[in-house]
């Protein structure tokens, strides 16, 4: 059984998961108006891992019989100047999102609600990934700056994503 305040936080969390998917297919649609497919597919992929990072906390709150409540999904930003100010921004987004999750962690354990602890260690270690993927990412495109033969090669790079 959940209590009420780490229901709403986890309800919370599924919201921010679907603004990040959002958010991402957004950067995909961009990316692809510019025929960079390849940081399009990247793009498009990660916004499917967020889908699943909100699935799997709505599993979660079904589990422990509490009630999925969805809220509305803000409206992400349309475009970005450069793919290099997009990952800058997806890079940003991911340390506010693990910042949510450490929020939630200390929620959970303020109710004494061990089974949730537990539940966010998964979390917790996926967004030391999810950061260090868009700093790497990050910082290949501070190298290339704009030189178009560097971007190229790392939109092929990209577009190789799973
Ligand atoms: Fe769900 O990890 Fe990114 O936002």
Same mark, same amino acid.
């Given at each position: 059984?959940?209590?009420?305040?780490?229901?709403?936080?986890?309800?919370?969390?599924?919201?921010?998961?679907?603004? #990040?998917? @959002?958010?991402? =297919?957004?950067? +995909?649609?961009?990316?692809?108006?510019?025929?960079?497919?390849? %940081?399009?597919? $990247?793009?498009?992929?990660?916004?499917?891992?967020?889908?699943?990072?909100?699935?799997?906390?709505?599993?979660?709150?079904?589990?422990?019989?509490?009630?999925?409540?969805?809220?509305?999904?803000?409206?992400?930003?349309?475009?970005?100047?450069?793919?290099?100010?997009?990952?800058?921004?997806?890079?940003?987004?991911?340390?506010?999102?693990?910042? #949510?999750? @450490?929020?939630? =962690?200390?929620? +959970?354990?303020?109710?004494?609600?061990?089974?949730?602890?537990? %539940?966010?260690? $998964?979390?917790?270690?996926?967004?030391?990934?999810?950061?260090?993927?868009?700093?790497?990412?990050?910082?290949?495109?501070?190298?290339?700056?704009?030189?178009?033969?560097?971007?190229?090669?790392?939109?092929?790079?990209?577009?190789?994503?799973?």
């Amino acid at each position: 059984m959940l209590t009420e305040t780490v229901e709403k936080a986890l309800n919370e969390q599924i919201n921010k998961e679907l603004f #990040s998917a @959002y958010l991402y =297919l957004s950067m +995909a649609a961009d990316f692809e108006s510019k025929n960079l497919s390849g %940081f399009a597919r $990247w793009m498009r992929v990660q916004s499917q891992e967020e889908l699943n990072h909100a699935m799997k906390l709505f599993d979660y709150v079904v589990e422990r019989g509490g009630r999925v409540e969805l809220m509305a999904i803000d409206k992400p930003q349309q475009t970005w100047e450069s793919p290099l100010r997009a990952f800058q921004d997806a890079y940003d987004h991911e340390k506010f999102i693990t910042q #949510s999750i @450490y929020g939630l =962690l200390e929620i +959970a354990q303020s109710a004494k609600d061990y089974g949730t602890m537990e %539940f966010l260690q $998964w979390y917790v270690k996926e967004q030391v990934e999810e950061e260090a993927q868009a700093d790497r990412i990050v910082k290949k495109l501070e190298m290339i700056k704009d030189e178009p033969a560097g971007l190229f090669m790392l939109d092929r790079e990209l577009g190789k994503r799973e």
